[in-house]
């Protein structure tokens, strides 16, 4: 077994604020692939996932009342969204899900760390034997049973949208970019011996993303009207 470690930092939406929260992850690993390249592919999308999603995005309850209009507000921000309310654990066992999701089926991921400044430093810990409760597939889409959560796809995304056609056809979100795009797509034939194609390919493609979060004051909120 192996491990990782990483620093993000995020904007986590609560009923009442909006504050900024530096967390730090830690990652126990096992691998289940002798093919070196897909080794470095299921490293480079955890990092890249962490570096470029949930770093500088937006953590919030999927349930909460004005996110459409901070989304509206922020079209160019990152989201994570949480079938819970924003807490360290629950955060936790959505990367160990997503992480798990993306990197199948050569690492698996046996137990993740999470702690933040917010929650004074305490360290969480899942480890892959325990229950993951509302993340659960079956709890979500029940009138899509091709579909899963976010958390549980392997592609890009940290949130769900689905739109239906007027002819009936259901597409979803699937992330700002597809993994291809960036040369960490599993079923891509690089050469063995190319050890930089993946790190070429996140260089030549990671200014594209867009991370940086705007603030901006959103109209609705709480402040009593003065006559």
Known sequence: MISWDRDFNTINVTDKDMLPNSYSLKLHVDITTDDLLKQNICFERIKFFIDFVVDKSVVVNKSYKKLASLKKATPKQQWVELPTAVYDQSLGVALYCKLSAITYPHMDIKAVEISSELGDDVNYVFEDDQGIGIYNKENWFKQYDFLDPWWH????????????????K???????????????????????????????????????????????????????KQE
């Open 170 to 224: 259901v597409t979803w979100y699937t992330g700002p970019l597809k993994w291809e795009d960036i040369g960490l797509s599993f079923d891509q034939n690089f050469k063995q011996e190319d050890e930089k194609v993946v790190e070429k390919a996140m260089k030549d493609n990671v200014l594209k993303f867009p991370t940086r979060w705007t603030p901006k004051v959103i109209e609705g909120g709480n402040v009593d």
């Open 153 to 168: 796809r392997a592609d890009m995304s940290a949130y769900d949208k689905l739109d239906k056609s007027s002819e009936g």
